[in-house]
């Protein structure tokens, strides 16, 4: 039977997810390098603990992966086992469920305003996704009202966690869950009929 694309990563696939890891990523070069990337899932138990991928995660991974790979008949030259790292990229839907209240740091695939990349807290809306943006500079959060870009994930050239980091260099907890999308921003006190309207890139077509 010949490979096919579909066939290698579904091989990949089903390995990583067999061992209890997710698959972030994966990668093949034409030089034939096959380049995995790993994360742990949340309420898995694993030979150590924290939420963070280890290197004997990895290690592990390659060697049920070089067996798999092997019996499948999918040719590669070199195979690498990572973490996501703290930057983790957002590729599948199930990312952006699983990260909704985590700061994210946007680029899109057309500029909006002048610009492609966006940073804030990420959310979900009713027909797509929201990011509640930080307060302009020098401004208090409460003080002015609260920002937000609308988009769909077609709209999204990459996405990624921005790192939060502790004292001790391990990821933190992501960051706390902002308001509801529709729900009234903070910012003037409620009666003054004053609410930020959120940026769409609806509106810019």
């Given at each position: 039977?010949?490979?096919?694309?579909?066939?290698?990563?579904?091989?990949?696939?089903?390995?990583?997810?067999?061992?209890?890891?997710?698959?972030?990523?994966?990668?093949?070069?034409?030089?034939?390098?096959?380049?995995?990337?790993?994360?742990?899932?949340?309420?898995?138990?694993?030979?150590?603990?924290?939420?963070?991928?280890?290197?004997?995660?990895?290690?592990?991974?390659?060697?049920?992966?070089?067996?798999?790979?092997?019996?499948?008949?999918?040719?590669?030259?070199?195979?690498?086992?990572?973490?996501?790292?703290?930057?983790?990229?957002?590729?599948?839907?199930?990312?952006?469920?699983?990260?909704?209240?985590?700061?994210?740091?946007?680029?899109?695939?057309?500029?909006?305003?002048?610009?492609?990349?966006?940073?804030?807290?990420?959310?979900?809306?009713?027909?797509?996704?929201?990011?509640?943006?930080?307060?302009?500079?020098?401004?208090?959060a409460g003080v002015a009202p609260a920002e937000?870009?609308?988009?769909?994930?077609?709209?999204?050239?990459?996405?990624?966690?921005?790192?939060?980091?502790?004292?001790?260099?391990?990821?933190?907890?992501?960051?706390?869950?902002?308001?509801?999308?529709?729900?009234?921003?903070?910012?003037?006190?409620?009666?003054?009929?004053?609410?930020?309207?959120?940026?769409?890139?609806?509106?810019?077509?």
């Amino acid at each position: 039977m010949p490979e096919t694309a579909v066939s290698w990563q579904q091989a990949i696939d089903r390995t990583v997810s067999a061992l209890g890891y997710e698959l972030v990523d994966v990668e093949r070069s034409a030089g034939g390098l096959l380049r995995v990337t790993i994360d742990r899932v949340p309420g898995n138990r694993y030979e150590s603990a924290g939420d963070a991928v280890t290197v004997d995660d990895c290690e592990r991974v390659t060697r049920q992966l070089q067996y798999a790979l092997d019996v499948d008949g999918i040719d590669y030259a070199r195979l690498e086992v990572s973490s996501p790292g703290v930057d983790r990229p957002l590729k599948k839907p199930a990312d952006w469920d699983r990260f909704a209240g985590s700061e994210v740091d946007l680029t899109l695939r057309s500029p909006f305003q002048g610009r492609k990349r966006w940073r804030g807290v990420l959310q979900p809306r009713d027909a797509g996704w929201r990011l509640l943006l930080p307060p302009p500079e020098g401004k208090a959060a409460g003080v002015a009202p609260a920002e937000a870009l609308d988009f769909e994930l077609s709209e999204v050239r990459e996405a990624r966690l921005v790192p939060q980091l502790d004292f001790k260099g391990r990821r933190a907890r992501p960051a706390a869950a902002a308001p509801e999308a529709g729900l009234r921003p903070s910012g003037p006190p409620r009666g003054s009929g004053k609410v930020a309207k959120p940026h769409s890139l609806e509106e810019q077509r």
